[in-house]
């Protein structure tokens, strides 16, 4: 990633979701008006009308929807992507429905067929025959870079593709460093930065440590807040490990502890880190969002 | 690892070199294995979890919710247990979160007075937008097995011992689904309760459960989110998991995994007693068996 001394100012998706860390009561209070993809496109356009840089976002028919509609607006090109994949709530939803694992696999190929992407189709295939996990890792990776880019549009600014924390975290629990190289080495090689959600910072710095991966090469978004909230196994051991990586890795999520902080020491608490390459913060209103990126501008990038 | 089909078995197989896979629970016989966790749907609990008792496999045993498919069925895994083996635990997860951690702490210290009711959720939107017709839901086992269940283990820890006094039950997907329940309690002491169980609710996009718990001195609401205590003083505090000290040493998924996890292989390294036990699981079990027969008084499903 290299040294930099500007922040990256990421539009956050959460809201969008209708996803509150709060409280589920919090996220029904707001009602269904930030699900609809023009509103949610006008407030990532305000927030970059006010410092952000990019848009950060778990793939999913409704931030697909809301690309389409910057795309349209001829805005895209203005935003890096940073996609989280898969978006583990709506595969989980669907394995539900369609008759648990193998249920969701055979459903998630029909989708890869049913794209005509040849690539992802070609790698599935490999994957199948040869009972190969990275194959079908890597044909899954490109059908999701296909469904960002047939929404996006070929000027859309793609920089990271981002692992969800539920893969992330479970192959660090599992010790499989094999999963991790392909990963990162796949990745650089299409040209993205690989990027990696976690609950478990000091463990994904450490872990890289060990098996001699290269962190200069990675974004880690995890969160980081004064609360210490969704920080493990505490904040303090998150500090640490935060100093302790050689490059400014981290995108800093869940900044203000969903609502429970106030915007203000929140951003205070960020500024004084060390190591931190960025922060993506959601919003739900068009005032929020010139307020938030407006100060997260002023205390980060002054 | 035991897995019936032969796919998942072969990609496992290339994800966990070192572990050994097989396709039958009789064939753990001999590993000496030190525990089990059965994570099989439902229906199969009973004969899993029978088969590792009576061919020895081990003398601890997980098994995820609900213990089994019935109260006679509970009942006799119960009985292999005790005679069988040493440690056993129910995957009742939330008696690991922090919101109801709590309010079973200030219900055990009176906070509330002498408890005259309570009202009961457990809600979701898992099947709301399902196709008429759809077998999934009743592929599930049912609402209340799937759900409900937290809300009835919940209820049995706050509370003690409870008799179900009337029951609904609806089907809104499928003719023989059960969808949505409705049911009444009550306990020798004159208590009564009532619960509200369905996964067809508008805006519940995670699974929520909750009570409300009113004492002769005031109110605990409780949810996944946050415990809320209303005195009739007017005193009153709501706590949100952030200051609930809700991190843990490994994150994967939830917090409560992790302690519960903890709790089972602690009971077994340590030899004492893990709850929920099957016994106190079997409790939920009966209740449920409880409501299907009075619905069914009623000429309604089950």
Not at chain 1, 38 to 52: Q, V
Not at chain 2, 17 to 45: C, F, R, W
Not at chain 2, 152 to 170: H, M, N, P, T, Y
């Amino acid at each position: 990633m290299g040294s930099q001394s500007r922040k990256t100012l990421l539009v956050g998706d959460n809201p969008f979701h209708n996803i509150s860390h709060l409280s589920q009561d919090r996220a029904r209070s707001r009602g269904a008006t930030l699900t609809y993809p023009e509103y949610a496109a006008k407030l990532i356009m305000t927030s970059f009308e006010n410092g952000a840089s990019g848009f950060m976002f778990s793939v999913s028919e409704t931030t697909l929807s809301i690309l389409r509609v910057v795309h349209e607006k001829g805005e895209i090109q203005h935003l890096g992507l940073y996609a989280i994949v898969p978006y583990a709530y709506e595969y989980v939803k669907l394995a539900t429905q369609v008759g648990g694992i193998l249920g969701l696999a055979k459903k998630l190929s029909k989708d890869i067929l049913l794209s005509r992407n040849v690539s992802a189709i070609t790698m599935g295939l490999k994957g199948i025959a040869r009972t190969d996990p990275i194959s079908l890792m890597k044909a899954y990776l490109l059908y999701e870079i296909n469904r960002i880019r047939y929404s996006a549009g070929k000027q859309a600014n793609l920089r990271s593709l981002v692992l969800h924390e539920m893969i992330t975290d479970m192959a660090l629990a599992l010790n499989l460093d094999w999963f991790f190289k392909s990963y990162v080495d796949y990745i650089l090689n299409l040209g993205l930065t690989p990027g990696f959600n976690t609950c478990n910072f000091p463990w994904l710095v450490n872990k890289f440590k060990e098996w001699n991966l290269d962190l200069h090469n990675i974004v880690a978004v995890a969160p980081f807040n004064q609360a210490g909230f969704l920080m493990n196994p505490s904040k303090m051991d998150c500090e640490k490990a935060l100093e302790s990586t050689p490059e400014p890795i981290l995108i800093a999520i869940s900044i203000l502890a969903a609502g429970y902080l106030k915007p203000s020491e929140a951003i205070d608490y960020i500024a004084n880190l060390p190591n931190i390459n960025g922060v993506a913060v959601g919003v739900s209103k068009e005032s929020h969002a010139r307020e938030t990126f407006k100060l997260l501008k002023e205390k980060l990038n002054r | 690892m035991c897995e019936k089909s032969s796919i998942t078995r072969r990609f496992l197989k290339k994800v966990f070199n070192d572990v050994q896979m097989i396709d039958g629970v009789e064939k753990l016989a001999g590993l000496d294995l030190d525990a089990v966790y059965v994570t099989t749907p439902i229906p199969s609990h009973f004969s899993v979890a029978k088969a590792l008792y009576e061919c020895k496999v081990t003398q601890n045993v997980f098994v995820e919710k609900t213990l089994a498919w019935s109260y006679e069925e509970a009942k006799e895994l119960c009985d292999l247990a005790h005679s069988l083996g040493i440690i056993n635990m129910v995957g009742y997860l939330r008696r690991f979160c922090v919101t109801f951690r709590k309010a079973k702490d200030l219900l055990s210290r009176n906070a509330v007075g002498g408890v005259s009711s309570f009202k009961a959720f457990a809600y979701s939107s898992d099947f709301l937008k399902t196709m008429r017709g759809s077998r999934a839901p009743i592929s599930r086992g049912g609402v209340l097995r799937d759900l409900g269940c937290h809300a009835i283990d919940l209820a049995l820890w706050f509370i003690g011992e409870l008799q179900v006094s009337s029951a609904k039950l609806k089907s809104l997907t499928a003719s023989g689904a059960e969808d949505s329940v409705f049911f009444r309690v009550k306990n020798s002491s004159g208590l009564e309760g009532e619960f509200c169980v369905s996964w067809n609710m508008r805006n519940y996009r995670m699974p929520e459960v909750g009570l409300s718990i009113t004492g002769s001195q005031g109110v605990i609401e409780v949810n996944d989110d946050r415990v809320e205590l209303r005195l009739n003083n007017g005193k009153s505090s709501i706590l949100y998991r952030h200051a609930l000290n809700d991190n843990v040493p490994f994150w994967l998924g939830l917090p409560e995994y992790y302690r519960e996890d903890l709790h089972f292989v602690k009971s077994v390294l340590d030899g004492s007693n893990a709850e929920p036990s099957f016994y106190a699981a079997s409790k939920v079990d009966e209740i449920i068996d409880q409501v299907e027969r009075r619905a069914g008084e009623n000429g309604q499903p089950k």
